[in-house]
């Protein structure tokens, strides 16, 4: 049998040390982006007839794109696939793919990605589309890693395989996912998996867990705004109420693939509408602008529009409306659609922890808990990480459920389906691919 050492294992002082001086550079990016996204929202709070500009919004984003460069629209994508090709390079290091992928190889993340995702997620809170920031954050920290890891290649003259530049955009990822939410262990393992569930990329650990505990302290110091839920209330775990948490789990994976399929459905609609990527943004946005202006009439409140992060705080109150997850739904499918840049997983948690506190009325738990089981169920279904949300859902919510979180993003995760909002992840085989719509 042939043997040789595989590169599971990587020097721990000199990834130690790359992954500190990460984090203090993710740390301060990612606190720019979220003071940018809040100086936005505080604009179009002051100024609410700059909900009007939606259209424009979506023009100068596709405008800029187009000039600047249309291959990095699919920056999350190139990431994921330079991260995958890494564990073929582990796993199949002389394989005909491996050949036939050597030009993948060869990529890179571009420079240009972090200026052009700060500026477009700006307009995109700036006119009120209903987008996130962690999918850009994400982006930001991958694209970091790419660059230090090139600029080591060049003064140390030294060039890498790819299985190490993966190292590089899992840390950068990871820790960036870690300093949105303040949750670096969520952040870790975010990092680790995101790309390919399938696959724990452990040799990537370490990097992985410094720079997100680094970039949280760091973003923490610079006093970084993030996510602060309420604590979830405890209660009792019996027979009862395991049975009423797994059809909560059933609605909030339901939710899940209902929301992976219509923004999936929404993207496919407005290309096939028109190919014309400036005609594309001004159909949908204009769409996305009546679909707010019905909403603000209806609800008397602007509430939908942005990031929405007070409809997280009044579900565990259970003081929003029966309608807003169908409301927030519908904004954040057009706005992917327009073409503006954020993220889903703001928009996701919203969704979920609105439609959670609705069975507060059906189910003995306190809403607060079956806000916190909504948000994180429905992420965990929509990401395939359950492990990830797990732990995201106890950093932010705190201890108090910790056995039926895990039953609520386990059982979500099952039925879920197979789509993601991660268009480039390769899904785990556990899923029946007879469940997809």
């Known amino acids: 049998m042939e043997t040789r ?28 982006l979220t003071y940018l996204v809040a100086l936005a929202s505080n604009i179009r709070a002051a100024n609410p007839l700059v909900l009007w500009a939606i259209p424009i919004g979506a023009l100068v984003t596709t405008l800029l794109y187009q000039k600047i460069g249309p291959y990095l629209k699919e920056g999350s994508s190139q990431v994921i696939d330079m991260i995958n090709q890494g564990i073929l390079d582990i796993a199949h290091p002389t394989s005909i793919g491996y050949k036939q992928d050597h030009s993948a190889h060869q990529q890179r993340i571009s420079s240009k990605m972090i200026p052009l995702l700060l500026v477009n997620t700006f307009i995109t809170h700036l006119v009120g589309a209903s987008g996130g920031k962690e999918g850009v954050g994400v982006q930001i920290g991958a694209s970091i890693g790419s660059i230090m ?17 993966g190292i590089w955009l899992i840390s950068g990822a990871g820790a960036a996912f870690g300093a949105l939410f303040n949750a670096p262990i969520a952040g870790t393992l975010f990092g680790m998996q995101f790309s390919n569930p399938k696959v724990n990329r452990t040799d990537a650990l370490l990097p992985c867990l410094v720079a997100s505990f680094t970039a949280c302290i760091v973003s923490q ?16 775990l019996d027979l009862k109420t395991i049975a009423m948490l797994l059809i909560l789990s059933l609605i909030m994976g339901l939710a899940s693939r209902l929301f992976c399929h219509l923004i999936h459905l929404t993207k496919a609609f407005f290309t096939k509408m028109t190919p014309n990527p400036y005609k594309k943004a001004v159909l949908a946005s204009t769409m996305l602008l009546l679909a707010s202006l019905i909403i603000n009439g209806i609800s008397g409140s602007s509430a939908y529009n942005g990031l929405s992060i007070d409809l997280i705080l009044e579900a565990e109150y259970g003081t929003t409306s029966a309608l807003a997850p169908l409301y927030k739904l519908i904004l954040t499918a057009l706005t992917i659609g327009s073409g503006f840049v954020g993220g889903e997983v703001i928009p996701i948690l919203v969704i979920g922890a609105t439609t959670g506190s609705l069975f507060a009325s059906f189910m003995p738990i306190p809403v607060s808990a079956l806000s916190m089981f909504g948000a994180i169920g429905m992420l965990s279904g929509s990401t395939k990480l359950p492990l990830a949300c797990f732990v995201l859902g106890l950093e932010l919510y705190g201890f108090g459920n910790p056995t039926a979180l895990f039953l609520v993003c386990s059982a979500s995760f099952i039925f879920s389906g197979r789509l993601s909002i991660y268009e480039r992840q390769i899904i785990p085989d556990g899923l029946d691919a007879s469940w997809d719509v």
């Not at 110091?221 to 009792?236: C, Q, Y």
Request: charged residues 20%; contains cysteine; positive net charge.
């Open 5 to 32: 050492k595989r590169p599971f294992t990587i020097p721990v002082l000199a990834w130690t040390l790359r992954a500190v001086i990460m984090g203090c550079v993710v740390g301060p990016a990612i606190a720019l």
């Open 149 to 165: 890891g090139r600029i080591e290649e060049r003064v140390l003259n030294s060039p890498k395989p790819i299985h190490q530049k």
């Open 221 to 236: 110091a610079m006093n970084m705004k993030t996510l602060v839920p309420v604590k979830a209330t405890s209660f009792a």
